[in-house]
């Protein structure tokens, strides 16, 4: 069973950063897509970034120029770096693994709060 496990979020200033991690277990990381959504209170969970086996990636456009998404497959980890954040970016952010035919896998989320 695969199971993600996020770190890295907390309180933040406007204008500041945070990383945020998501280990995976196995080993079977490096051959699917990775993500960051991010649920808002009374919001629908979003899309925030994702990034292919290969690195490519694709961003929503609310992040795009702040937020960085990489990973490292021999740590079976995905990072998301955010700069410049911004009290609409207070959320819950969820990293997943896509494992195409047999669905998306999910962590259990970490509290990003952005607030002066």
């Known amino acids: 069973q695969v199971q993600l496990v996020e770190s890295g979020g907390g309180l933040v200033q406007p204008g500041g950063s945070l990383r945020l991690s998501c280990a995976v277990s196995g080993n079977i990381f490096e051959f699917y897509t990775t993500g960051w959504y991010r649920q808002a209170p009374g919001n629908q969970r979003e899309l925030v970034a994702t990034?292919?086996?290969?690195?490519?990636?694709n961003y929503a456009d609310s992040v795009k120029g702040r937020f960085t998404i990489s990973r490292d497959n021999a740590k079976n980890t995905v990072y998301l770096q955010m700069n410049s954040l911004k009290s609409e970016d207070t959320a819950v952010y969820y990293c997943?693994?896509?494992?195409?035919?047999?669905?998306?896998?999910w962590g259990q989320g970490t509290q990003v709060t952005v607030s002066s």
């Open positions: 997943n693994l896509d494992l195409r035919t047999r669905g998306l896998v």
């Open positions: 990034i292919t086996m290969v690195g490519i990636t």
